[in-house]
C-alpha cells in the first residue's frame, strides 16, 4: 500500500474582497477564523460570523481559475445520487470555494457497513455516456472528461485514452518516461480490451479520487465526500483507488459488494485502476511513484 505524500498546515490570510464576497452571501460579518490542517493543495480555514454561523472556506490563488468551480460542480453533481452526505456548496469563485461546515463526529459501529452500502447505492446513479459534461482535476492535474464519439460507449478506450495515455504522456513531458514504461505502457494497450472483458457495466456516477483523506465522519457519525474528481466511469475503478491508501475495512467491501455485487474478476482488473492515480502521483510527486507504477504494469505482462 502507498503512502500519500500530501499533508500542510494552513497559515491562510482571508483576502479583502474573498471576505466582503463572503459577508454579502452570508449576510453576515465574519467575527473569527480557525485554520485546519490538512490537504494537498490549498488553505483552509474555519470561519464564523456574527449570526452565529460556521463555515469552511478553502483558498488558493495560484490554481487555475476553474478549479474551485469544477469542485463545485462535482460536488453538486454527486449531491443528484442522494445517498452519501455532500457538503452544501455556498459560494465559489476564481481563488476560492466555501463550504457548509461539517462538524466531526465519531463513527457509529456501523459506520464501514453504512458507507459501503451508501457508496454502493451512489454507483447504481447512472448515465448513458462515460466521461462527464467538463474536463476537472484530480489533484492539480486535469483530468480529461469530455469523451470522443466511440468513448462515449466504450469504457475500454475512454479508460486507455483520457486516463492512462493521458498520464503518460505528462510524464514524457515531465521526464519520468523510461523504454521501461514506455514498453509497459504499449503492451498495456495491446491488452486491454481483454483484460477489461466480461466487465462491461452502464456508466456510473463516481467520486473519483476516493481515499480515505476526502471523506469526513460527520457528527451523526456517518460518511461525508469531499473533494471530488467527478465523472461517470466504471465503478471498479473508484473500488480501486480505495486500496491504494488504506482507510476502507473488508466490512466496508462486503457492504458494498452484498448492495451492488461486482463482476467476476474484479480482483485482476483492479491494478489498471490503480495505475491511473498511481501516474498521477508520479506526475505530482516524482520519482518516488516511478517503480509502483512499473510494477502495476507489469502484472499484466
Known sequence: MAVRNCWKKSGMILLPDIKSKIEKITGSKILAQAPVSGGCISDSC????????????KMNSSLPDDMFTKEANGLNELKKAGTIRIPEVISFGESYI?????????????????FGSRLAK????????????????????????????????????????????????????NGYSTPELQSGIKNLESKIENILSGSE???????????????????????????PAVYYGHREAELAMTK??????????????????????????????????????????????????????????
Not at 201 to 227: A, Q
Request: aromatic content about 20%; glycine content about 8%; hydrophobic content about 35%.
Open 201 to 227: 457495466e452502464k456508466p456510473s456516477l463516481i467520486h473519483g479520487d476516493l481515499w480515505g483523506g476526502n471523506y469526513l465522519v460527520d457528527e451523526s457519525g456517518l460518511p461525508c465526500l469531499i473533494d
Open 98 to 114: 466555501l463550504l457548509e461546515q461539517v462538524n466531526s463526529g465519531r463513527k457509529k459501529n456501523y459506520f464501514s457497513e453504512e
Open 122 to 173: 451512489m454507483h447504481l446513479y447512472l448515465s448513458n455516456e462515460f466521461g462527464f459534461y467538463e474536463d476537472n482535476y484530480i489533484g492539480s492535474t486535469i483530468q480529461i472528461n469530455i469523451p470522443g464519439e466511440n468513448e462515449k460507449i466504450n469504457w475500454t478506450e475512454f479508460y486507455f485514452n483520457k486516463r492512462i495515455l493521458f498520464q503518460f504522456q505528462l510524464a514524457e513531458k
Open 46 to 57: 474555519i470561519i464564523e460570523t456574527s449570526s452565529g454561523q460556521k463555515f469552511f472556506l
Open 244 to 301: 491504494l491508501f488504506g482507510g476502507f475495512d473488508k466490512t466496508f467491501y462486503e457492504a458494498y459488494n452484498e448492495t451492488y455485487p461486482l463482476k467476476d474478476g474484479y480482483e485482476y482488473r483492479e491494478n489498471i485502476y490503480k495505475l491511473y492515480h498511481v501516474l498521477n502521483h508520479l506526475n505530482l510527486f516524482g520519482r518516488g511513484y516511478y517503480s509502483q507504477a512499473i510494477s502495476l504494469l507489469n502484472y499484466y505482462r
